[in-house]
C-alpha cells in the first residue's frame, strides 16, 4: 500500500451487510413510488409560524438534549398526542406512555430491537409495507403471510395460521397489521374482524404490533377504534407517524406502550433524541391546526385518487382492476397474469414513469407479481394522467396488454 493506493473498505465490511444503495439521480417525470405527499397541501405558512413562535419563545431548550422534556420527546407533542389518540382511535394513555421517534422507520426498528432474534417468526399481512418487510428479511426472521379481502385481514387465514404454527411448536413473536388504511391495499379492518383478531392472540399468547400511520386520511373520517384501545389485556404495541399526516420530510413518529416496554425501547434508541426542531414545530402547529388540516388533505388527496382511478379505466379498460381505497396515498393495482411488474419496472422507468412492484411489497411472490403499488400523492392530475397513458404504452410493448388502450380497440396487429 502505499500513498496514492485508495483504502479499500471492502474486505472490512461486516458480514450480512443488505446491498448498497442506489444512487438517486432524481425523481421520475411520472413519479408513483414511495410515500411522498402532496406538496400544494402542506400547511407551509402555519409551520413558518410555528417555527418562529416556538423557538422565539423557548429556543434555549435546544442546548440541553431533549429540549428539557426528557428522552421520551419534547412533551408538548406528547401532550397533543394523547387527547388526539383518544379523540380519534379511541386509545387512553398519558403523555408518558408515548415515545416520540425518528419517522416510524425509527419505531419499527425499537419494537423488532426488544422483541425479535434470528429465527423467530412473525405474521404479518400477505401484502404490507416494504421497510417492515425488508425489515424482518434482514434481521432473519421467518414471515408468515396472511392474506387480505376487501375488509382487510381475513380472518380464517389468521386463525388457521395460528393453529398451524402452534402445532409446529412456533409461538410467533407478533401480529403485525396495518389496519386502519392498510399500506397497500387502502382497507380498513372492520370492529368485528378486530375483535377477532384481539380474540386469538389472546387465545394464541401473541402480541398485536399495530401500526397507524395512514389512520388520519380516511375519506369520510369515520374508523373502528384502534386495536390498543379495544384490547382488554396489553398486548398490543401501537405506533403512529406525523409523515402522511403533514410531511415526510418531517419525519417525526410515536410509539404507544406502558413505560415498562418504552424503557426497554428507550435504551436501544440511538440518537440522544429525535430531531427536536420537528418536534418542537409539530408541538407548536398541531394543537391549533392540525384537525383543520386534516380534511383539507384528504378532499386533495381524494381527487387525485379520482384522476388515478379515471385515468387507469380509460387507458387499461378492465386491464387494471382495483377497489376504491377507503383513505391514504396509494392505490393497489392487479394487471393481467402475464405482466411481471418487477420486470415492467425498468422499461417503465426508461419512459419516465416510476411505480412500484408488487412482488416487494408482498410476502408472497406470485401474488406480488402481476400487481403494482401507486401512490397518487405527489404527481399533480395532469401528470398523473400523462404518466398512466406513459405506463400503459410501455405495458402493452413488453406484455401485449392492455389490448384497450384509451378505450380504442386495438387490432391484433396493432
Ligand atoms: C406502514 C408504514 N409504516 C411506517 C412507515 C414509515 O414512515 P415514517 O418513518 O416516515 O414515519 C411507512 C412509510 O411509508 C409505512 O407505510
Redesign the pocket.
Known sequence: MNETTPFDFAPLFAPNLPPPAAKWNGFAKYNFIG?HNDADQLPLGGLIKAMNDVLTREGRTLATYGVASGPLGYRPLREFLAPKLKRTAGITCDADEILITS????A?DLVNGILLARGDTVIIEQAS?Q??LTRLHRLGVETVGIPLDGEGTRMDALAAALDGLKRRGVRPKYIYT?PTVQ?PTGTILSEARRREMLRLAMAYGVPIFE?D??SDLIWDGERPPALYAMSGHGGVIHIG?F?KSIA?AL?V?YIVAPWPLLARMLALKTDAGSGSLEQMVLGEFCPAHFDAHVPVLTRALRAKLETLMDALNEQFGTAAEFEDPKGGIFLWVKLPDPVDTLKLFAPALAAGVAINPGAEWSTDQSYGKSRTRLCFANPSHEAIRAGVAALAEVCRREFGVPVRIANVERRASG
Open positions: 410515500g419517522g416510524s422507520l425509527q419499527l409495507y421497510g417492515s396495518i399500506n401500526d400511520c395512514y407517524s409523515s415526510p419525519p413518529g
